[in-house]
């Protein structure tokens, strides 16, 4: 099965740009006007970020959104059998900030947001970065789909880990390895217990520490990644060193001014987010989280 699953997403992958852009325009109909996915929490999360926009605006930013998603997801099947030469015309990065931190012997996170599109970045990294990158992926539900995947993101050399294996595999990995971390940090926590609760866009939202507590366990720098699209599969990267003294700061400080920055980026581009992830999908209790807010490090 895995087989005939591989080969029909590789033959699929072979389809022109430009053809594969009009089949998404069918898919954007179908799933926005016909089937609806995920409108109503797309359009509560749209209410959340933007109270101040109208109905039509927050409609506008959806359809752009959706056009994005469709896209990403036809371009990640695109990316099976693209080049190296032909990625690195259509991914464009100031990857220097991260590879001047080479010589310097520090290990590197990439605190990314699920910003348009994430996988070619995986890609581009892996392709130019001096380190080799570690990304974390979480298994799909179909095995054979989720391999043929998994290959995919492998393929310039990203050392991928499951997100169910991760703590455990990558503390093996970073003993004596060089290494650059990417993580998509705006993920909701696995446990809330041990999260940090700060307000996203005026709601509160719980954001993982992890990435914090490791940069600061293993003196990693810190590189903010911002990714947006040019035009239709063309996107521009930029990397954005945040500190190489990560034990210096306040508790909290990490998380806070990332959370900044996520919130400039989506401001800048509003439909250029994962609107159909819930990032406020759990309620925040004050006698239950107030002793993990971050209002104080503010």
Not at 247 to 259: F, H, N, P, S, V
Request: charged letters at 20%; a positive charge; aromatic letters at 16%.
């Amino acid at each position: 099965m895995y087989a005939l699953v591989n080969g029909f997403m590789y033959i699929l992958s072979l389809m022109p740009w430009r053809l594969m852009y009009v089949l998404s325009d069918i898919i954007y109909f179908i799933l926005f006007y016909l089937f609806g996915y995920r409108k109503k929490v797309v359009f509560q999360n749209l209410s959340i970020a933007f109270p101040e926009k109208t109905d039509e605006e927050k409609w506008a930013i959806a359809k752009k959104f959706y056009r994005g998603l469709i896209d990403t997801f036809l371009e990640t099947v695109k990316l099976i059998s693209v080049s190296k030469e032909e990625l690195n015309k259509r991914f464009v990065c100031n990857y220097e900030v991260v590879n001047n931190l080479y010589s310097s012997g520090q290990n590197v996170q990439l605190h990314a947001a699920h910003f348009f599109n994430w996988e070619f970045a995986n890609l581009g990294f892996s392709a130019n970065l001096q380190y080799p990158l570690v990304g974390v992926y979480q298994t799909l539900t179909n095995p054979h789909v989720d391999k043929v995947l998994y290959n995919m993101r492998k393929k310039f050399g990203t050392i991928l880990i499951s997100s169910n294996e991760f703590r455990n595999k990558f503390i093996a990995h970073a003993k004596g390895n060089r290494y650059t971390l990417a993580l998509a940090a705006d993920q909701n926590p696995g446990r809330l217990n041990n999260a940090f609760w700060l307000p996203f866009f005026g709601k509160m939202a719980p954001f993982a520490n992890g990435p914090e507590r490791g940069a600061t366990s293993q003196n990693t720098a810190i590189v903010f990644v911002s990714l947006y699209k040019i035009k239709r599969g063309y996107y521009q990267c930029h990397f954005e060193l945040y500190t190489t003294t990560p034990k210096a700061l306040e508790k909290g400080k990490i998380t806070l001014d990332y959370r900044n920055f996520v919130e400039s980026e989506i401001r800048k581009r509003p439909d250029n987010y994962l609107w159909s992830h819930r990032r406020w999908k759990w309620a925040y209790n004050s006698a239950e989280h107030a002793g993990n807010t971050l209002e104080s490090v503010e």
